[in-house]
T-cell receptor, first 112, second 110 residues
Framework: ETAVFQTPNYHVTQVGNEVSFNCKQTLGHDTMYWYKQDSKKLLKIMFSYNNKQLIVNETVPRRFSPQSSDKAHLNLRIKSVEPEDSAVYLC???????????FGPGTRLTVL | QQKVQQSPESLIVPEGGMASLNCTSSDRNVDYFWWYRQHSGKSPKMLMSIFSNGEKEEGRFTVHLNKASLHTSLHIRDSQPSDSALYLCAAASGSWQLIFGSGTQLTVMP
């Protein structure tokens, strides 16, 4: 049963283009996250958003930016994609810190 | 440098056998561990969490934690082919973020 929704499922684009991915959760959770999962399946946190407070992993390039309209939505924008951005981007939510995180199905990005 | 190390990278067990997966953090501030399971082509789903020393059992799954060594292990008894998946260990240290290990790929052979 999916409660964290992501669109699109797949996206293929060229270097330098801008892309946006959407995420919505219907669990009533207060915190949402974006993760990047690379080809070796390593999962890395990119952003956390809680009560309009954004926390950024300092290793994330500036071309990535999260966008939130309310606590149920957290979108991800990549301003000028690069080949190393090819990965699966996973959105997640949790009731609070230290609580179980529920993941969406992911968006697979391929940068040509 | 990765702060959460998992071993082995891959594991093959026969159906009905016991699978044992390990995870260690190098961050002395870690105080909470999770185990997530990710089937091929799917998203991770939480299996179990542990923050106290000792053992926690849920059905066929048992998790151990040794806080002094920052080591946790996941044991799956009576393994089933449906248990074949990537098992991810994650740790938190009072901050906002989970640090994931690179996972153990478990294959249960019928």
């Amino acid at each position: 049963e999916t409660a964290v929704f992501q669109t699109p499922n797949y996206h293929v684009t060229q270097v330098g283009n801008e892309v946006s991915f959407n995420c919505k959760q219907t669990l009533g959770h207060d915190t949402m996250y974006w993760y990047k999962q690379d080809s070796k399946k390593l999962l890395k946190i990119m952003f956390s958003y809680n009560n309009k407070q954004l926390i950024v992993n300092e290793t994330v390039p500036r071309r990535f930016s999260p966008q939130s309209s309310d606590k149920a939505h957290l979108n991800l924008r990549i301003k000028s994609v690069e080949p190393e951005d090819s990965a699966v981007y996973l959105c997640a939510s949790s009731l609070e810190n230290y609580a179980e995180q529920f993941f969406g199905p992911g968006t697979r990005l391929t940068v040509l | 440098q990765q702060k959460v190390q998992q071993s082995p990278e891959s594991l093959i067990v026969p159906e009905g056998g016991m699978a044992s997966l390990n995870c260690t953090s190098s961050d002395r501030n870690v105080d909470y561990f999770w185990w997530y399971r990710q089937h091929s082509g799917k998203s991770p789903k939480m299996l179990m969490s542990i923050f106290s020393n000792g053992e926690k059992e849920e059905g066929r799954f048992t998790v151990h934690l040794n806080k002094a060594s920052l080591h946790t292990s996941l044991h799956i008894r009576d393994s089933q082919p449906s248990d074949s998946a990537l098992y991810l260990c994650a740790a938190a240290s009072g901050s906002w973020q989970l640090i994931f290990g690179s996972g153990t790929q478990l294959t249960v052979m019928p």
